[in-house]
C-alpha cells in the first residue's frame, strides 16, 4: 500500500461539539476532503462522454423559433449540457459551453459585449452575418467566426431559410471566476476592412509600414472553403502524415485565436482510424462533413454531418472516417490554451 492509499481520518470520527465548533467559526477540517479534491493519479472529472444529434435537435429548435420571438430570446439557443455536470449548469465541460442557435429570416440579435470568449461554427443556412467589432461576417457553413472578449457582437440575417450555428464559449470558466458579466450596446456601424481578405494566406501578412493595425484579433472570419483548402493541401503534400489537422491561429502571433479555448480542424483521410493520445483538456468534436466514429471511454458515437459530442480530459479519443471512399472533416475545440497557459497541460500519450 502506497501512502496515498491510506484511508484517512472521516467526519464522522470526530466528535460532533468539536464539528459544531469548526461550523460556527466556519473552519472545515481538510483530511475527510483530501482525497475527493487530490484524487490518486487521474482527476475526477463530472465531464462525461455525450453526444447531441442535430437531426434530433433540430426539430426543438425550430420550435423555439415559434414559441419565442428573438425579442423575447435576445439570443435564441438551445445548450448542449453534459449530464455530468448537470444540465443546469449549462457546460459540455469544465471550461467549455456549447450552444444551437437559429436566427430566421429577418431576425436582428441586438449588439452586446461581454466577457466571455465565444466562436461561432456555422452548421445551416445562408444569408446570416455577425458584426464583431465593426466588421460584417458573412456566415456560411462551416465558417468559424471569433468574438472575442470584450467585442461588440450583433447578427442579423437577410436570408430566407433559417441559420443555425454552433456557439462555443469559455462561460463556465469565466462564470467560476466570478468575471462573467455583459454590455449592451448600440446596433454597430459598419467600419471598412475584412480581416479574411487582409489575411487570407498564412504565410504573407500585411506589412504595417505606417504603424500596426492594433488589433489584438486582425483576423475574425475563418472561411471553411479556405480551412478546407489547407487541409486538402496538407494531406496531398504529407502523404504519411497520420494527424491532418490545422490549428485556427491569429495570423499576427501566431498564438492560438481565443486565450482559453483552442479551435482546429481535422481531415480524417478515406477510411482511416486515427487514435487521438490520453491529454489533460477536455474536447469537442463536431462533424462538418462526412461521416465519423468516436470512441472516448467506453463510449461510442456515430457522427453525421452537424452532430456533436464532448470526451473529458486524460482519456484517449479514436476518430474513425467511416467513408471509405472520402475523408471526413471534423471542428475540434478543446481547453489547450488555458491548461498550458495554468501549467497543469499533460499529453500522456
Ligand atoms: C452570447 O452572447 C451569444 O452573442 C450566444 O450570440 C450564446 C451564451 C452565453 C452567454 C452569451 C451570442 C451565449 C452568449
Not at 455530468?84 to 444551437?100: F, R, T
Not at 486524460?314 to 472516417?321: D, Q, R
Request: contains cysteine; glycine residues 8%; proline residues 9%.
Amino acid at each position: 500500500m502506497t501512502d496515498s492509499d491510506q484511508p484517512l481520518g472521516r467526519l464522522e470520527d470526530l466528535p460532533q461539539d468539536y464539528r459544531d465548533e469548526l461550523t460556527k467559526q466556519n473552519l472545515v477540517p481538510l483530511w475527510p476532503s483530501l482525497r475527493g479534491v487530490l484524487p490518486p493519479k487521474v482527476p475526477t472529472r463530472q465531464t462525461k462522454p455525450t453526444f447531441w444529434s442535430y437531426q434530433s435537435l433540430k426539430p426543438l429548435l425550430l420550435q423555439a423559433g415559434e414559441l419565442t420571438p428573438i425579442e423575447k430570446a435576445e439570443r435564441r439557443v438551445l445548450v448542449l449540457a453534459n449530464p455530468g455536470h448537470g444540465l443546469e449548469k449549462m457546460q459540455a465541460s469544465a471550461a467549455i459551453y456549447l450552444g444551437m442557435q437559429l436566427l430566421l429570416p429577418g431576425e436582428w440579435a441586438p449588439s452586446h459585449r461581454h466577457t466571455p470568449n465565444a466562436v461561432r461554427m456555422v452548421v445551416e443556412g445562408e444569408g446570416a452575418w455577425t458584426t464583431v467589432d465593426g466588421e460584417k461576417c458573412p456566415m456560411s457553413r462551416g465558417d468559424l467566426i471569433l468574438t472575442p472578449t470584450g467585442l461588440w457582437h450583433e447578427h442579423g440575417h437577410d436570408g430566407d431559410q433559417p441559420v443555425v450555428w454552433l456557439d462555443v464559449l469559455d462561460l463556465p470558466l469565466v462564470y467560476y471566476m466570478e468575471a462573467s458579466y455583459h454590455i449592451n450596446g448600440e446596433r454597430q456601424t459598419q467600419v471598412p476592412g475584412r480581416g479574411d481578405r487582409a489575411y487570407a494566406r498564412g504565410g504573407v501578412v500585411p506589412t504595417p509600414v505606417f504603424g500596426r493595425s492594433g488589433k489584438r484579433y486582425p483576423m475574425l472570419r475563418y472561411p471553411w472553403v479556405d480551412a478546407r483548402a489547407a487541409l486538402e493541401a496538407l494531406a496531398e503534400d504529407q502523404p504519411d502524415l497520420d494527424a491532418v489537422q490545422i490549428t485556427y491561429v491569429n495570423p499576427e502571433t501566431g498564438d492560438d485565436a481565443e486565450n482559453i479555448l483552442g479551435f482546429y480542424a481535422l481531415m480524417l483521410r478515406p477510411g482511416q482510424t486515427l487514435r487521438l493520445p490520453a491529454r489533460s483538456p477536455a474536447q469537442v468534436f463536431h462533424l462538418i462533413e462526412g461521416g465519423v466514429e468516436v470512441q472516448v471511454f467506453g463510449s461510442s458515437f456515430t457522427l453525421a454531418e452537424a452532430d456533436t459530442c464532448c470526451a473529458p480530459g486524460y482519456e484517449a479519443v479514436t476518430l474513425s472516417n467511416r467513408l471509405p471512399d472520402r475523408p471526413s472533416f471534423i471542428f475540434i475545440a478543446d481547453e489547450s490554451p488555458l491548461h498550458r497557459k495554468l501549467g497543469v497541460y499533460e499529453n500522456r500519450g
